[in-house]
Protein backbone atom coordinates (compact mmCIF):
# COMPACT_ATOMS: atom_id res chain seq x y z
CA UNK A 1 0.00 0.00 0.00
CA UNK A 2 1.06 3.55 -0.47
CA UNK A 3 -0.24 6.99 0.28
CA UNK A 4 0.50 9.66 -1.80
CA UNK A 5 1.01 12.26 1.23
CA UNK A 6 0.54 11.70 4.93
CA UNK A 7 -3.17 13.14 5.29
CA UNK A 8 -4.39 10.08 2.89
CA UNK A 9 -1.97 7.78 4.98
CA UNK A 10 -3.59 8.96 7.78
CA UNK A 11 -7.30 8.60 6.75
CA UNK A 12 -6.61 5.14 5.74
CA UNK A 13 -5.23 4.28 8.87
CA UNK A 14 -8.08 5.62 11.04
CA UNK A 15 -10.15 3.30 8.83
CA UNK A 16 -7.84 0.22 9.41
CA UNK A 17 -8.10 0.80 13.12
CA UNK A 18 -11.73 1.29 12.76
CA UNK A 19 -12.57 -1.95 11.03
CA UNK A 20 -9.85 -3.70 12.57
CA UNK A 21 -9.43 -2.87 16.11
CA UNK A 22 -6.98 -4.43 18.40
CA UNK A 23 -7.74 -7.13 20.38
CA UNK A 24 -8.15 -6.40 24.05
CA UNK A 25 -4.50 -7.93 24.90
CA UNK A 26 -2.78 -5.47 22.67
CA UNK A 27 -0.79 -2.04 23.61
CA UNK A 28 -1.15 0.55 21.28
CA UNK A 29 2.92 0.33 20.47
CA UNK A 30 2.49 -3.80 20.23
CA UNK A 31 -0.17 -3.34 17.37
CA UNK A 32 1.47 -0.07 15.39
CA UNK A 33 4.83 -0.26 14.91
CA UNK A 34 7.40 1.14 12.90
CA UNK A 35 7.32 5.00 11.99
CA UNK A 36 4.46 5.68 14.65
CA UNK A 37 4.55 9.60 14.05
CA UNK A 38 1.87 9.24 12.14
CA UNK A 39 -0.40 8.17 15.20
CA UNK A 40 -0.40 11.81 16.26
CA UNK A 41 -1.02 13.46 13.50
CA UNK A 42 -4.47 11.47 13.52
CA UNK A 43 -5.26 12.28 17.46
CA UNK A 44 -4.34 8.36 18.36
CA UNK A 45 -1.81 8.52 21.30
CA UNK A 46 -3.65 5.40 23.06
CA UNK A 47 -5.60 2.36 22.99
CA UNK A 48 -9.22 4.63 24.54
CA UNK A 49 -8.03 6.83 21.23
CA UNK A 50 -8.67 3.47 19.06
CA UNK A 51 -11.64 2.56 20.54
CA UNK A 52 -13.02 6.43 20.00
CA UNK A 53 -12.79 5.91 16.55
CA UNK A 54 -16.09 7.15 15.09
CA UNK A 55 -17.41 5.22 11.90
CA UNK A 56 -15.49 6.86 8.75
CA UNK A 57 -18.13 9.62 6.81
CA UNK A 58 -19.00 7.28 3.90
CA UNK A 59 -20.71 4.86 6.84
CA UNK A 60 -22.74 8.06 8.91
CA UNK A 61 -25.65 6.91 7.08
CA UNK A 62 -25.37 3.12 7.79
CA UNK A 63 -27.13 2.36 11.04
CA UNK A 64 -24.20 -0.37 12.03
CA UNK A 65 -21.12 -0.90 11.03
CA UNK A 66 -18.71 -4.09 11.60
CA UNK A 67 -15.56 -4.39 12.93
CA UNK A 68 -13.30 -6.96 13.22
CA UNK A 69 -11.37 -6.87 16.32
CA UNK A 70 -8.15 -8.93 16.35
CA UNK A 71 -8.57 -10.08 13.28
CA UNK A 72 -5.10 -8.37 12.36
CA UNK A 73 -1.93 -8.59 14.05
CA UNK A 74 -0.23 -6.05 13.47
CA UNK A 75 0.39 -2.85 11.12
CA UNK A 76 3.92 -1.86 10.21
CA UNK A 77 3.89 2.16 9.12
CA UNK A 78 7.07 3.46 7.44
CA UNK A 79 8.03 5.89 5.14
CA UNK A 80 9.95 5.77 1.53
CA UNK A 81 13.87 5.71 1.97
CA UNK A 82 16.43 7.15 -0.30
CA UNK A 83 16.18 4.03 -2.63
CA UNK A 84 18.28 1.62 -3.34
CA UNK A 85 22.50 2.42 -3.23
CA UNK A 86 25.45 0.92 -4.85
CA UNK A 87 28.46 -0.40 -2.17
CA UNK A 88 31.57 -0.21 -4.07
CA UNK A 89 32.93 -2.60 -1.38
CA UNK A 90 30.69 -6.01 -1.47
CA UNK A 91 31.06 -7.02 1.66
CA UNK A 92 28.71 -4.08 2.82
CA UNK A 93 25.97 -5.61 0.89
CA UNK A 94 22.83 -7.73 1.89
CA UNK A 95 22.45 -9.59 -1.89
CA UNK A 96 24.54 -11.48 -3.75
CA UNK A 97 25.61 -9.64 -6.64
CA UNK A 98 25.27 -11.80 -9.54
CA UNK A 99 22.25 -13.75 -8.46
CA UNK A 100 20.35 -10.66 -6.35
CA UNK A 101 19.67 -13.59 -3.45
CA UNK A 102 20.58 -12.73 0.08
CA UNK A 103 23.81 -13.57 1.58
Request: charged share 20%; hydrophobic share 35%; proline share 10%.
Amino acid sequence: MYAPNRKVAGRLLQRLLFYFPPDSSKTLSSYVIGDTSILGEIGVESMKDVESLTAPPELKSESSSSTFPGSIDYFICTRPGKGPILFRNEDQALLNPKTGFPL
